[in-house]
């Protein structure tokens, strides 16, 4: 029997090929790198189904723009000429509507609320993990009118869906923080959400997959696939040739040009994303996100990891050091109390995270393939849609029903 391949070892791939080797599956996870670093190792680690608007949403074309002239602003395009990025950037600007972001709302709470349940059953399953799953929920905090305004609405729009969301005053941020003075207007808290450390995950589901059989060929690069008749008969490596009985493409910021390489359109971009840790001293003990410069605070033990930006780069893997820049000089601007040390270079963590350009994932068959599968596109929620995505398409692998309505993240939906 042929093994089914994924190719891409990240924590997407990792947790599709964890629910087919439940399955009784054969599988064999091809990567280009050694899986020593990679964008599901270094990241905040947050769990977050509060996050149901799509990067494409309405005021992110306006923000951008005015984003552009600051190199350490939060989002930001490097201005460049390339065909990619700018059909990236039209479809972007296409998706960035009211429509657009009413449709996908449903889609993107089901799929993370599904992977939330997963992650308690995996922690459940897998006491030894020490995964340091916090399950404190998520802080908005804010410092001005226009972003208190935001939040607020935002706020009130998760809880028409369902969700649970607190507004917080300066008084409540207090004790929640009660070790460091916070300077925030408010914050709005989503109970619901989670966060971990993405390093310990990574390193147990690799070590896990490892024992029960499932097959790692690190550092080897696709070249080409084989087939026939819509189904892919083996894919074509520079370490050799590799028969499937069925491929997943899984390979985050990559997965758009091994697309290519079947045939069909799978618009991607690498959002490159940076972080590291320092001493957590005096300790923050709440998972955070500092909106007006939307960096992502995780406390983990005796440290705490700074992370963000969302620099769109193609597949460009360089330190842009004035972002990192831009995530430190938040750090006090919030917390003006912590011992900020500003890292040194071989302590900045960077990672492609793979952006589609309406903010929706690709979960499925690809078109024109029988034993094609995509599980790609999940901008900054890798790590928290993960466990979804695997047991989808471990799902779709046996023909099984999906545990959720998928047609939202339809991997042919740029291809027609």
């Not at 700018?86 to 657009?100: D, V």
């Not at 971990?196 to 997959?209: S, V």
């Not at 080409?224 to 028969?243: C, H, S, Y």
């Not at 899984?250 to 045939?263: F, N, Q, R, T, V």
Request: hydrophobic fraction near 40%; aromatic fraction near 10%; glycine fraction near 10%.
């Amino acid at each position: 029997m042929k093994p089914t391949l994924i190719i891409g070892g990240g924590i997407v791939g990792l947790f599709s090929a964890y629910f087919l080797q439940k399955e009784g599956i054969e599988v064999t996870i091809i990567d280009r790198t050694d899986l020593q670093d990679n964008c599901s190792t270094g990241n905040a680690g947050m769990i977050v189904p509060s996050h149901i608007i799509p990067l494409a949403a309405p005021g992110m074309i306006t923000k951008g723009i005015s984003w552009m002239f600051s190199s350490k602003s939060p989002f930001y395009i490097h201005p460049r000429l390339d065909y990619k990025l700018l059909q990236w950037c039209l479809l972007f600007f296409k998706s960035a509507n009211e429509k657009q972001v009413k449709r996908s709302i449903p889609f993107l709470k089901n799929l993370s609320l599904l992977s939330k349940s997963l992650y308690l059953e995996f922690k459940a399953e897998h006491p030894e993990a020490a995964l340091a799953l916090a399950e404190k929920g998520l802080m908005m905090a804010y410092q001005t009118e226009a972003v208190e305004k935001e939040e607020i609405e935002f706020a009130h729009l998760a809880q028409k869906h369902g969700l649970e969301a607190e507004i917080l005053s300066p008084r409540d941020i207090q004790k929640i923080e009660p070790n460091l003075e916070v300077k925030a207007r408010g914050a709005v808290l989503f109970p619901g959400d989670a966060h971990l450390d993405p390093g310990a995950l990574y390193g147990f589901l690799k070590k896990y997959l490892e024992e029960k059989g499932v097959k790692f060929q690190y550092t080897t690069q696709v070249e080409g696939f084989e087939g026939l008749g819509g189904r892919v008969q083996a894919v074509i490596t520079d370490k050799g040739r590799f028969e499937a009985d069925k491929v997943m493409l899984c390979g985050g910021s990559w997965s758009g040009e091994l697309a290519k390489m079947l045939g069909f359109s799978l618009p991607m971009m690498g959002g490159k994303g940076y972080s590291f840790i320092q001493e957590n001293k005096p300790k923050i003990k709440q998972a955070t996100i500092l909106t007006e410069m939307k960096v992502a605070v995780s406390p983990y033990g005796e440290n705490v990891r700074f992370g963000g930006t969302m620099e769109i780069a193609g597949t460009n893997q360089s330190i842009n050091i004035n972002r990192v820049k831009g995530i430190f000089e938040s750090i006090n601007r919030y917390y003006p109390d912590f011992e900020a040390k500003f890292p040194e270079e071989n302590q900045i963590w960077k990672g492609l995270r793979p952006c589609s350009p309406d903010g929706l994932p690709y979960i499925g068959f690809a078109p024109g393939y029988s034993n094609v599968l995509v599980g790609s596109g999940h901008s900054m929620m890798g790590i928290s849609l993960a466990p979804a995505t695997g047991k989808i398409l471990a799902e779709l692998h046996e023909q099984k029903a999906t545990a959720i309505e998928i047609s939202g993240f339809e991997v042919g939906r740029y291809a027609k």
